[in-house]
Nanobody, 126 residues
Framework: QVQLVESGGGSVQAGRSLRLSCTGS????????MAWFRQVPGQGREGVAR???????MYADSVKGRFTADKDNTKNSVYLQMNSLQPEDTAMYYC????????????????????WGQGVAVAVSS
């Protein structure tokens, strides 16, 4: 399994931006679907965005137009640019990977992923 390490979390005021990074210990482009999830205490992990092998993306409705996911194959990294942050975006954010070459299996469902980073905290104040 590729080890995933997130960074870039922090505390910001509403309306500001953060950029999360997730770096893999190996070549994350070798057949991996990469995704971002978030979780607040007492709730399940919510899929936020995912990037497929070909760079195509998918987003949760709650973040469309505000968040952008992309990847840099040369750095074995994926990113989550979060703009216009709101207090409801406060959560632990996790990077996850799944080895698949089939786009429909590159989902926003946490149960489809078997490899996770340790998470990074994002706090947005009003």
């Amino acid at each position: 399994q590729v080890q995933l390490v997130e960074s870039g979390g922090g505390s910001v005021q509403a309306g500001r931006s953060l950029r999360l990074s997730c770096t893999g210990s190996g070549n994350t482009n070798e057949g991996y679907c990469m995704a971002w999830f978030r979780q607040v205490p007492g709730q399940g992990r919510e899929g936020v965005a995912r990037v497929f092998l070909d760079g195509s993306t998918m987003y949760a409705d709650s973040v469309k137009g505000r968040f952008t996911a992309d990847k840099d194959n040369t750095k074995n990294s994926v990113y989550l640019q979060m703009n216009s942050l709101q207090p409801e975006d406060t959560a632990m954010y996790y990077c996850a990977s799944r080895r698949t070459s089939i786009a429909r299996r590159c989902t926003l469902s946490s149960t489809d992923y078997n490899n996770w980073g340790q998470g990074v905290a994002v706090a947005v104040s009003s």
